[in-house]
């Protein structure tokens, strides 16, 4: 199949993401200018940056996967914050402790739409264990980190990473501490085309992809790992298999907790690809989706999007492996902010991704 859709070559029946691994504080300031009382379009994936989108005060936020399994993490997501606490929710969810995720569960069902109630019912493990983990990706996460635990650096100095340093010292205990063989060669072999697309994404989505998927990915870690480490979210995630008080993602921060509750009503779920979403949107959060498909599709996605688009709306995407940016064929009708690009990709602390792009429609 090859001019097929991801949705015809992949499973897309079970959750992929428990957890949303694009940065949200890099989306937000992307997206801020168009934001305040518009119309937003967001890839769903389990939910993170749609919420964190609602920091922007729109007056609703889109949210569109082709995977309904997606679209339940969203849901279930938007229940827990309508019924819980800001402490109740990370319990639920799974940064926290909690023992009662299932007679939690049991209130918030009440609130999901009958298809979410439906698979939720069906996954009495996710929701135990808490559903920012119940992802193939995170499984994925958790056998990298017992790795990495047990065979290369001690729980004592992934700690030890991860607390706070100035500049110098993150250096100094990088290259001197951190930076062994052992580690280099972790990461050779678990983010290699073969184990990332069978353990932790999906072969298919590699389709388009060159024959070197590592050498990026290990460089972009290992400078992270040199920034400041101990409010890093991702990485915090990615070295101890969860989040920390001192490192949420943008949605569960507690700063935002309220105004995320109080717009939560503002968020419509759609099932579909994203140019299909109905209506006219100002900022467009659209994951990677582009480099799932072949130039062809890409081109048609593209202008299908910009059909849907107000004049100076602004479409904001990252490249994890394959580079696709603005087509050529939509280049008299779209302003790439490359500059404000490059320097909003250079904060990001979500380490995976090559390059983010924010293109803005031209007025007409």
Known sequence: MPNS????????????????????????RALAPVAKGKRL???????????????????EVTAVDLNPAQLACLDLRLAAFQALDHAGVLGFLGVRPEPRRQKLYEILRLRLQPATRSFWDAQPEALATGVI???????????????????????AAIEELLSEKDKAERRRYFSQVWDSWRWRLLNRIVFSKAVLGSQGRDPEFFRHTATDVTSGPRRRLDAVMQRPTHRNPYLTYHLTGNFSAAA?????????????????QRVTLCLGKAEEAPGKFHGFNLSNIFEYMGPAQHQASYLGLLAKARPGARLAYWNLHVERRCPPSASARVRPLGKLA??????????????????EVRPA
């Open 133 to 155: 983990h119940a992802g193939k990706l995170e499984r994925f996460l958790w056998r990298y980190q017992w790795l990495l635990s047990r065979l290369v650096h001690s729980p």
């Open 342 to 359: 490059a320097s909003l990709h250079a904060q990001d602390q979500s380490w995976p991704y090559g390059s983010f792009n924010l293109d």
């Open 248 to 264: 949420l993602p943008t949605f569960l921060r507690p700063e935002h907790f309220k105004a995320i509750r109080s717009r939560s």
């Open 5 to 28: 859709g991801i949705e015809q070559r992949a499973d897309l029946t079970f959750i992929r993401y428990g957890s949303v691994w694009e940065d949200a504080d890099v989306l937000c």
């Open 41 to 59: 379009l967001s890839i769903a994936s389990a939910g993170d940056n749609a919420l964190a989108l609602l920091t922007l005060d729109p007056r």
